[in-house]
């Protein structure tokens, strides 16, 4: 089954603490995004990639970083620099970027940093 | 800037028709998404519009006016398992931006029996 997983869904850490959360695909996608949703609020956009070993800041990018060396992986780091790191993270993918396919979304990750 | 807007909340009961709608000011348009989010679970693709006009797609309808920066979501024959927050997105179209979502904040609708 093609799908987007995301590990794990509840973690949680001490402030202070880098964090990277997975992000895998095989729906064999191009361009692959990262989101946290806080309540009340929308999905924001923290980074994106269009194509493997190129990625974008998206509106919230401080504190966060990614890398993209494989297609199908595009992993999330929350650094200690961020300021409210705690949140619900989504990941998801598309066929191609600058095209107007639906994106897929994966199951989500759930941080709490106390 | 983008900036999308739609009701926080709505409320209606099992078996009528309800209408979400979600008004849009973007710096650039190439389509809009509505996507379904139950809670604490990941949104799934409802509909899709770049043209003018109503999509029908079973129980649920999207309609675009590119002019008005305006869409709707019509949901008909309401079952429970159709609350959850219901979410706008519009596509860009400019630059490195080109493909990017911009998302609205969600319209959460509860349906009582």
């Known amino acids: 089954d093609g799908g987007i997983t995301q590990s794990p869904k509840y973690l949680f850490r001490k402030e202070g603490q880098n964090v990277t959360l997975s992000c895998e695909q095989n729906?064999?996608?191009?361009?692959m995004y990262w989101y946290r949703q806080d309540p009340g609020q929308g999905l924001r956009l923290i980074y994106y990639?269009?194509?493997?070993?190129?990625?974008q800041k998206g509106d919230i990018a401080e504190g966060y970083s990614v890398s993209r060396e494989k297609k199908e992986s595009f992993p999330l780091t929350v650094t200690s620099a961020q300021k409210n790191p705690t949140a619900f993270y989504l990941c998801?993918?598309?066929?191609?970027?600058?095209?107007?396919?639906?994106?897929?979304f994966g199951p989500g990750t759930r941080l709490t940093v106390t | 800037g983008q900036n999308i807007d739609q009701p926080t909340e709505m409320t209606a009961t099992e078996g009528a028709i309800v209408q979400i709608n979600c008004t849009y000011q973007?710096?650039?348009?190439?389509?809009l998404f509505w996507y379904q989010q139950h809670a604490g679970e990941a949104p799934t693709f409802l509909s899709y519009?770049?043209?003018?006009g109503l999509e029908e797609k079973g129980r649920f309808s999207s309609f675009l006016s590119r002019s008005k920066g305006y869409s709707y979501l019509l949901l008909k024959e309401l079952q429970m398992k159709d609350s959850a927050s219901y979410l706008c997105?519009?596509?860009?179209?400019?630059?490195?931006?080109?493909?990017?979502?911009?998302f609205g904040r969600g319209t959460q609708l509860t349906v009582w029996p």
């Open positions: 997105a519009v596509s860009s179209d400019r630059g490195s931006t080109l493909g990017r979502l911009y």
């Open positions: 729906l064999n996608h191009d361009a």
């Open positions: 990639s269009q194509i493997v070993n190129d990625f």
């Open positions: 973007t710096s650039g348009f190439n389509g």
């Open positions: 519009n770049v043209l003018d």
């Open positions: 998801a993918s598309s066929r191609a970027s600058g095209r107007n396919y639906e994106q897929y």
